[in-house]
């Protein structure tokens, strides 16, 4: 077991009295978005704003000869264009990750082009309709080069090469070998299995966009973007910029989903051209360009074997192999590191004593790979959840006995996994339990509804898991680690305005900062003002990523809060003449404890604290204030000599289980029925917990199901609209069941863990498990997503599988 | 976007624009347009009103659904000189004196809106549906389903449509 290295657990220093927290509170964001006065970047609106428009590579591999724009700049309304070399002064993107091989790249093409959509030139006009057609008149001359299509091409002997300088296409290799699971897989029993997860986009409904204005010595930007401080950093560095002359701008973002995380070429070269041009610059993605050039995910190849107790099913050594294909891997915050999170969740949450995990990743001509909600752990329960139910068929024995076999127990808090990770709270069993119990009663009531139906078979699927939340980022982009800020002032009036480095991405936080700051100093709701995504006014954060923000959030607001509390009450004290000791804190303010009419307002206090000041305690300073930072004990930013990390604060579980519908004759997959439990620790806002659940669990059924990235043989992306991504409707959704239980974390404030990304753990891996439930009877065996008519049917022609009809 | 390659040859547009008249939430608009420019842009930057959101410029996600002439419609499909003489509705227009429609309020309360982004969309489309030809929670989710939401599993945005109907409670 790991030691703290920061001392004692956290602890508030104060009762907190959860007067908002865990009740129903409407989100305030909702004024704002449910009347059109949101303002997300495309809405920016500043005078003299002029637009830009990227020229981007149409060739999957080629080498840029030369990029003619003069067509281009003569063109009415242009009031600039360039390649890389007309914009000097913009640095490459730093390499900092030392477990890979260097990627840094520059934000403009400056000689290959790795995949289409790769940024070429840019130019600016006064509206995005010229700025396009101006685009039209370059001409571009490129050397084309064999393109490199899937991990098996790129892996090939005598493969064309994406980066000579590396010597072969693998962007990361670790393999990972250990003589007790050799020795264990020599034995037998084994199960194995190779499983493959599809590219996907994460798609937010609001694409990317980016709008900058140099103004007195000053440079602001606005982005879509989930990390404005880190946004900040990045163009102080590639501009050369010091940071107090930068301010970035996050105002209200559509949707992010991991695909915000990352710092973009168009978000340093918008900023490039206002301080060129001396006007405001605005750059809108349109879904085609999001489509090549927002970061893509999740494609894998799993390959599992597993030794196993023949009684039990249990599971006694696991060896994986995963290859991910990332794409070009020109993307700056790496898309390996979800490579690295699924290699370490195909063992997360699962009591396998041995194991040795390998994982590559391979580069290819296609837009790069990165985040996308889940990070890495829906591809690897989707594996490890087939393989279980392999073992199942294999031996006869029930599914569910197999998975119970490998399931955390309460008395095995804390487990440390050989990986590092400490799990020290859940409810993985009673969850699992649980969804189980939900799950019975509706297969068989499908069963008997669909009886009288030949063509249609029901399968059911089940899964548990442990969530990673609020993790480090050192592992992610190797120079930022993990902390956050908040900061509480009393306003005069005695109002509080909150900041933090946390910010929204349309979850509702504002809601959240809210709950905790209202609770945090026992004051109405209505007196909190909350302000996220400015640089300029909020503390420096990392902002929305990784299920981080209940974490920090908690733990800044309420160390700040106790700072504020305990001063405001000896301000409070001094006006009431009495003793700290003797007042209570409520109903807006404070008062001498048993006697009500001694009583002053948080307004009272305020304007004491601020304006009349004379009116202060001699040993007290003007002010009411406090900015605080959350750094978690107990988490770990670089692997130990074992090559073991804790790399997540907390650790959430869940179970999902599911009932599906396959009808034989067309290969259409309907979910019937979507059970999923979660427990993030006790909730700030169940409504919000409620929300995340049901859109991650729907990106997983979309995953699953539907969306997939695809390419043609000569690296033309074919998914490039909504016409061909197909992103599921309300009507292929089924109604998604959430439950919750609620274990607190002992080293988390509140016991609070994260929520966010765990709903898209499960999908893929039970709707797979359900397929194959229905159809394995036939000699069907589904290892590979998304689950389309066309390959269930080509499966039930091929009816292969050697173990398909001899169990149930 | 623009792509290397491109072979076409392109004169610059002639800069046709054509003058418009448009009531929009009530007020009599007369506008020079663009003859090629959307009307979803003409919303937004002629018009200021930037409640209404484009999500793909190809008229599949509904994000820029508004009211034209009492039709749910894409105003990414449309350009704005189709809309002269017409009386469109966009989210803006949905409140009544500061006052929310029932929709927006089961919205809120049923939280069928995170990001907000697709939102305008889906209360245009609901604003002209009809509760009566909706009875089934299936046909609910049709009518639906020319909007796309990325956040919201679509779950609560039944929930608050079923509320704001007057239906039975869901789970």
Known sequence: MQTNKRGPEFNPGFEFVPAYMGAQVFRREDDDLLVGRGEYVADIRLPGLVEAAFLRSHSAHAQLKSVDLDAVREFPGVLFAGSHDDLPGIARYPDWIDYQQAVTTSPLADGRLRYVGTPVAVAVARDRYEAEDALELAEVDCEELPVVMSVEDALAENAPLLFEEWGSNYLLDFPDQDDLVDELIAKGPVVCGTYRMQRQSPCPMETRGVVAEYRRGRLTVWSSAQSPHILRSTISILLNIPESKIKVIVPNVGGGFGAKTHQYPEEVIIPWLAVKLGRPVRWIEDRTEHMVSAVHARETLLDLEAAYDETTGRITALRSNLVCDVGSGEISMSGTATALVARASVTAGLKIPSYATSVSCVVTNKTPSGAYRGFGAPEAIFAVTQLIDKIARQTGLERADVHRELIFDPSDMPYLQPSGARIDSGSHREGFERILKRLTPAVEARRNEYQDEPNVRIGSGFCQYVEPTAPTYFGTTGHWTSHDASSIRIEPDGGAFVTSGITSIGQGTETAIAVLTADALGIPIEMVTVQTGDSDLCPYGLGAWGSRGAVYLAGSILKAAKTVRDKAVRIAAHLLEASDQDLVIGDGGFQVKGSPASFVSWADVGLVASIRTIDLPDDIEPGLEETAVYDPVNLEHRIDEMGRINGAASWANGAQACVVKVETDTGVVTVLDYFALHDCGPMINPQIVDGQMHGAVAQGIAGALFEDIRYDEYGQPMSTSFMDYSMPTASEIPWIHVDHLETPAPEMPLGLKGVGEGGTIGPAAVITAAVTDALHDLGVVIDETPITPSRVRAALRRGSDPLGPSVK | ?171
């Open chain 2, 1 to 171: 976007m623009t792509s290397v390659g491109s072979t076409s040859n392109v004169e610059r547009p002639r800069k046709s624009t054509s003058e418009i008249e448009v009531t929009v939430n009530g007020v009599r608009e007369h506008l020079v347009v663009s003859n090629r420019k959307l009307l979803s842009d003409v919303l937004r930057d002629d018009l200021g009103l930037t409640g209404t959101h484009v999500g793909c410029e190809h008229g599949v996600c509904g994000a820029c659904t508004v009211i034209v002439d009492d039709l749910a419609v894409r105003s990414c499909l449309m350009f704005a000189v189709q809309a002269d003489g017409s009386t469109v509705t966009t989210v803006e227009g949905l409140a009544q004196d500061g006052k929310w429609s029932s929709m927006q309020t089961a919205f809120n309360e049923h939280h069928g809106l995170q990001c907000g982004f697709c939102t305008a969309g889906f209360l245009m489309t609901l604003s002209k549906a009809e509760p009566a030809d909706y009875e089934t929670d299936a046909e609910i989710r049709e009518l639906l389903s020319g909007n796309l939401c990325r956040c919201t599993g679509y779950h609560n945005i039944v929930v608050a449509v079923k509320a704001a109907w007057g239906r039975g409670a869901t789970e």
